[in-house]
């Protein structure tokens, strides 16, 4: 018998006959004799349309009754899973936030979870109870709701699976695991039987959408074994198929430790994945007087303002008295970065500000390149062979991102997704 957390995500639970099917799944899972919690995000759109109300009635809103109203709609989940899963003859009951509780601080609209209370949900699974569970939200030292920003239902899932100590957490998505690169991109792209956290880590932060941020930095830190998997198929017509394998048959794609990859016998690939986001953009800060100090006060009022800077270059001038700072940052973050720029100006007396947003970040990864050299050669020569220039480059220990113009982005995944030999059966 295993102790299992499964989540679903909004898409995964759109409507009736999709909250009927979860229901189906989670009781198979009770079934074969596990201990089953389910995790569950709002129906898809409604908490676009909550968002939309409060932003209707109060454009400058208090964080703390936005809380309140887009958390509505993960207890409507619950609520609905809950009775789907009576009519089908399985024990369950819905837990609210407060109920167990998910305390979390009192950052309102993007808390961060602080502990789990586990004893009525731990005492109902191990009477076969299905404990279903709202994503997304917490409540924080006041008493009162938090959600925990967008996505966050992953985050959820994962504190929920390390707080109980589950066995495996499976992430259900529209997605039937984690790729070599987007399949819309390439055909050849191969579903992953197993990654890494630090591989999926670098996924998830450079522009893969299938797990959450801070989902995998908890699975990581609690060594929390995750597996993505598919809730539902889409058939060429697009008509939707229920006929999928449930989590205990290991459909999908398992993140764990590296020592378990080692352990089953399997090679690290030198390089697993090709990423790509296009949701960047370029600065550059021209003619900088070259002097200590010059970068804390350059990148400290982004800070200050919550900007997150990523690749980060700098240019000397040949006369040694100059220099450009060029680095990348989100679109969102843009008016922002401007503002606090501008307002610097005076103070750091750089010549002019150009902004680029027509780029886009490529990146390598993957745990096997700290053993091999080589894999950012083969990068650079692939690129330069389709004519593609890189602008700005970042490394990790298991990362190599470049920065290109974005109408290029297709071209160059393909490239090197072969390059890489992972077009390969």
């Avoid at 504190?159 to 399949?183: F, Q």
């Amino acid at each position: 018998m295993a102790r299992i957390v499964l989540k679903f995500g909004g898409t995964s639970v759109g409507d009736i006959d999709r909250i009927r099917n979860v229901a189906r799944m989670a009781k198979a899972e009770l079934d074969r004799g596990n201990e089953v919690a389910v995790v569950v995000s709002a129906m898809t759109g409604v908490t676009n349309q909550l968002v939309g109300y409060v932003e209707s009635i109060a454009p400058l809103y208090d964080p703390r009754e936005y809380d309140v109203v887009v958390s509505t709609g993960e207890q409507v989940t619950i609520g609905l899973l809950a009775l789907a899963l009576q009519q089908i003859g399985a024990r369950a009951r819905s837990f609210t936030s407060w109920q167990l509780p998910v305390r979390t601080d009192e950052a309102y609209g993007k808390a961060r979870i602080l502990e789990i209370g586990t004893e009525a949900i731990v005492a109902a699974m191990r009477e076969g109870v299905v404990a279903v569970v709202p994503g997304f939200q917490g409540v924080g030292g006041e008493g009162r709701v938090t959600t925990l920003g967008r996505g966050g239902s992953d985050t959820s899932a994962v504190a929920l699976a390390a707080a109980i100590k589950a066995d495996r957490c499976d992430i259900y998505t529209d997605v039937d695991g984690v790729y070599t690169t987007d399949p819309r991109i390439t055909d050849k792209a191969r579903k992953l039987p197993m990654v890494t956290y630090e591989e999926m880590l670098e996924m998830a932060s450079l522009g893969s959408k299938v797990l959450q941020t801070r989902s995998v930095e908890l699975a990581m830190n609690h060594r929390v074994r995750v597996q993505v998997l598919a809730s539902f198929r889409k058939g060429p017509d697009g008509a939707i198929s229920f006929d999928v394998p449930i989590g205990s048959d290991l459909p999908g794609t398992l993140v764990v430790d590296e020592d378990e990859i080692m352990a089953k016998g399997l090679e690290q690939s030198v390089v697993s994945g090709i990423a790509y986001a296009k949701d960047d953009v370029k600065i550059t800060v021209a003619a900088v007087a070259d002097r200590p100090g010059v970068a804390a006060a350059l990148f400290g009022p982004l800070a200050a303002a919550n900007v997150n800077v990523d690749m980060i270059v700098q240019n000397v001038s040949l006369d040694g008295k100059s220099t450009d700072i060029t680095f990348t940052l989100p679109k969102s973050d843009l008016p922002r970065a401007r503002a606090e720029l501008d307002k610097a100006k005076a103070s750091l007396g750089y010549r002019e500000l150009t902004v680029d947003t027509n780029v886009a970040k490529i990146s390598v990864i993957g745990v096997g390149m700290r053993s091999h050299a080589g894999v950012a050669l083969k990068m650079f020569e692939t690129l330069a062979a389709k004519g593609i220039n890189i602008g700005v480059i970042s490394t990790s220990e298991i990362k190599i991102s470049v920065l290109i113009a974005a109408d290029y982005t297709e071209l160059a995944v393909r490239a090197l997704h072969a390059a890489y030999g992972l077009d390969a059966d």
